[in-house]
């Protein structure tokens, strides 16, 4: 059983900083990668940014120079670092982890955290 616990949302200025973090307990050692979607009222869920167990990043073009994703040694943290937040990056962020199972890969969602930013 793979559960992930996300913190750290909240309400922030326009130009402020949040920093989220993800836990993820249970069989974690299968997971290839770790990473941040989110899903703002009326639109469909996003890929914010992940990281692979490899170390590699890959960010949405409306994050990119804003916003870092880093990870534990072991990838079961995960974290998003967002600065010069904007009004657009309101959303629910949810964490997400991805372990292959060919021919397919299994995905794991957080409940998800609130990030508000206000003008």
């Known amino acids: 059983q793979v559960q992930l616990v996300e913190s750290g949302g909240g309400l922030v200025q326009a130009g402020g900083s949040l920093r989220l973090s993800c836990t993820a307990s249970?069989?974690?050692?299968?997971?290839?990668?770790m990473g941040w979607y989110r899903q703002a009222p009326g639109k469909e869920r996003e890929l914010v940014a992940d990281?692979?167990?490899?170390?590699?990043?890959n960010y949405a073009d409306s994050v990119k120079g804003r916003f870092t994703i880093s990870r534990d040694g072991a990838l079961k943290t995960v974290y998003l670092q967002m600065d010069s937040l904007k009004l657009e990056d309101t959303a629910v962020y949810y964490c997400n982890a991805r372990r292959p199972l060919p021919p397919t890969t299994v995905q794991y969602w957080g409940q998800g955290t609130q990030v508000t930013v206000s003008s």
């Open positions: 249970g069989s974690t050692g299968s997971f290839n990668a």
């Open positions: 990281v692979s167990r490899g170390g590699m990043t």
